[in-house]
């Protein structure tokens, strides 16, 4: 809703998202948020005050001053702000001009001040000048600003500059994560991490699809052997997309190995088409997995034409499922391939990809996220697994969608959105995947109800899948949740909507997320409009609104954000990352690939899809 507000007031209520999330303690959120936004802002009177105290709070004082009509705001301002003045003394300090008439002033001004967010950035202010004149008093007055606010951005980067953070502190605060900007600190980070790795001679990337997000499939070879990381298809106007086979540099019989990583289709569907064509090779992928994709495949998916004939594909021998942590090795061309599959978060199977191929280590992510959803843990890293060859997904990597990634605060924004929304009467329809993100909200539904207050109706392919994941996750259905499919007392689903929904205090699930015509939650929406009260949420940036609705919109994130991404490097400490599947491209200057790109060492790829890169 937001979005379709006038510029400047939807800048202004992001300024204060932003503020916000530094109040309740998401900064390295906030800083991500900053940056997105700040790529487009224009400074003006009406928003001086909330990007002041944003910059001066987020410690992003350098990069604020290349802000359109920053300079111009700031000398037409008459005000009394407090944050403002305190800016324009950090300025005149950096600029070395009036020193000790600004330590004066802050000396007045530390008497004043009550705010106990900008009182700690005084004492720094304070600090920084004493240390800079040789006066020893600069101890107490950083003493002072830390024990106000251990938090502090701007005290904690001052402890660094002057080395007051132990090389273990350093560790466990993972300031990498609070200061992504700072490329000497994430260089000093990724080269302590960083062992003695294998010099890397004739390996080779192929993009065969997922330069951004869809139809995501990668080759790798190394040695003769050939591995396809995934296998997915595009999906646009109810038609599978494949890539051209003639486009895959090996013959289809000379692939060694397939690795599929989920069972979202745009990773998975193209399995069809490859078997069709002559795939022989082992297929592996989790277990989960391997029960969805026999169910999508052998059903056949009720909005796409992609049955096969069970004799192209026999589940109980072609396809090998592992469990997550379980390693195995093959025997390839004479070479030893070793293998390992990690919990990737993201959806219930969803798994990152441990290869080792003649010494040579490679780990492909997948589509992840460090956060444990209620059906799959979150990707873990092992101390000692350091990597040659990173491949990440990036989804998050180049834009924002304002979204928040924190677990709790988004389990609790859902709650507490729902609740309002009932109390108001409204009837919400929550528009999902048949896999993912549907499941882990009525799994949060039973984890923190003993008896769910409102009706929970689920309807569409997710209500299919949900039946499917409790063999893996534990029940859903049941203490509230309804199957709708599984209802007879209704003779169709408008039935249902108009003697069963019209009822209110009701929550429904229904697929497809993007309400495609014809789809499950596109009835429900169509026919909900008719009531007095009834809404849409939306829980990503699909957000097609209905006419009659009220559409509201709670980013509930399920894959990395560009500090999971960085975290990621860092751990993993390669010395080549290829950057994939990767999502909107907005104007920020701070992206994982520009993070990446300024760190020594580290050969860092972006592959456009149909691109080879060789590693000589």
Not at 51 to 74: G, Y
Not at 302 to 312: F, P, V
Not at 323 to 328: C, H, L, Q, V, Y
């Amino acid at each position: 809703m937001v979005k379709k507000l006038d510029k400047k007031l939807y800048e202004y209520l992001l300024l204060w998202q932003i503020i916000l999330e530094i109040y309740i303690g998401i900064p390295e959120e906030a800083k991500e948020h900053f940056f997105e936004l700040k790529s487009e802002l224009e400074i003006d009177e009406h928003n001086l005050a909330l990007f002041i105290k944003s910059v001066i709070l987020l410690d992003l004082v350098e990069e604020s001053l290349k802000t359109k009509n920053l300079f111009e705001a700031l000398m037409n301002y008459s005000g009394e702000d407090q944050w403002i003045k305190f800016y324009l003394l950090l300025l005149s300090f950096k600029n070395k001009r009036r020193i000790l008439e600004v330590l004066e002033e802050l000396l007045y001004m530390e008497k004043k001040v009550e705010d106990k967010l900008l009182l700690p950035k005084i004492y720094g202010l304070i600090a920084e000048i004493y240390e800079e004149i040789g006066e020893i008093k600069w101890h107490q007055f950083l003493d002072k600003a830390y024990k106000l606010n251990p938090q502090d951005l701007y005290i904690l980067r001052l402890k660094l500059k002057y080395g007051l953070i132990s090389e273990e502190e350093k560790q466990n605060l993972k300031l990498y994560r609070l200061f992504p900007e700072d490329s000497k600190l994430i260089n000093e980070y990724y080269h302590k991490t960083r062992k003695n790795f294998n010099s890397i001679h004739n390996f080779k990337f192929f993009c065969w699809g997922g330069d951004n997000i869809g139809a995501s499939s990668y080759l790798v070879s190394y040695e003769g052997i050939n591995i396809l990381l995934d296998a997915g298809a595009l999906i646009k106007d109810k038609t599978l997309y494949y890539n051209s086979i003639k486009n895959l540099p090996i013959d289809i019989k000379d692939i060694d190995l397939v690795i599929i990583t989920h069972a979202h289709l745009d990773h998975s569907a193209g399995i069809v088409e490859l078997l069709r064509k002559g795939l022989n090779s082992p297929i592996i992928m989790s277990r989960p997995t391997k029960e969805i994709l026999k169910q999508i495949f052998l059903r056949g998916h009720t909005r796409l034409e992609i049955k096969i004939e069970e004799e192209i594909i026999n589940f109980d021998s072609q396809i090998i499922s592992f469990d997550t942590e379980e390693e195995s090795s093959f025997r390839i061309k004479n070479k030893e391939v070793k293998l390992k599959l990690f919990p990737a978060g993201h959806i219930l199977g969803a798994v990152a990809v441990y290869l080792e191929i003649e010494g040579i280590k490679i780990f492909y992510t997948g589509d992840f996220t460090l956060k444990d959803v209620e059906s799959n843990k979150g990707l873990r890293f092992l101390p000692d697994l350091k990597v040659d060859i990173l491949i990440t997904e990036a989804t998050y990597g180049y834009g924002n969608n304002f979204g928040v990634q924190n677990k709790y605060l988004q389990d609790k924004l859902i709650l507490k959105s729902i609740e309002k929304l009932l109390k108001d009467e409204e009837r919400i329809l929550l528009p999902v995947y048949a896999i993912g993100k549907g499941q882990d909200i009525l799994l949060f539904f039973r984890k923190t109800f003993s008896y769910i207050p409102f009706n929970v109706y689920v309807d569409g392919d997710v209500a299919y899948f949900s039946k499917l994941y409790e063999n893996f996750a534990g029940p859903i259905y049941g203490n509230g949740i309804l199957n709708v499919a599984e209802d007879t007392l209704y003779t169709d689903r408008k039935d249902f909507i108009k003697k069963e929904i019209a009822l209110g205090n009701c929550v429904v699930l229904a697929s497809s997320n993007d309400l495609k015509e014809g789809s499950a939650s596109f009835v429900y929406a169509t026919e909900m409009k008719n009531f007095t009260k009834g809404c849409i949420m939306n829980l990503d940036s699909n957000n097609r609104e209905i006419a009659g609705l009220k559409n509201y919109q709670i980013g509930m994130l399920n894959h990395a954000n560009i500090v999971d991404l960085l975290e990621t490097v860092i751990k993993m400490a390669p010395s080549a990352v290829f950057v994939i599947h990767r999502g909107y491209e907005s104007k920020s200057e701070i992206t994982i690939e520009t993070i990446l790109k300024r760190i020594e060492g580290i050969k860092v790829f972006a592959p456009k899809e149909g691109e080879i890169i060789e590693l000589q």
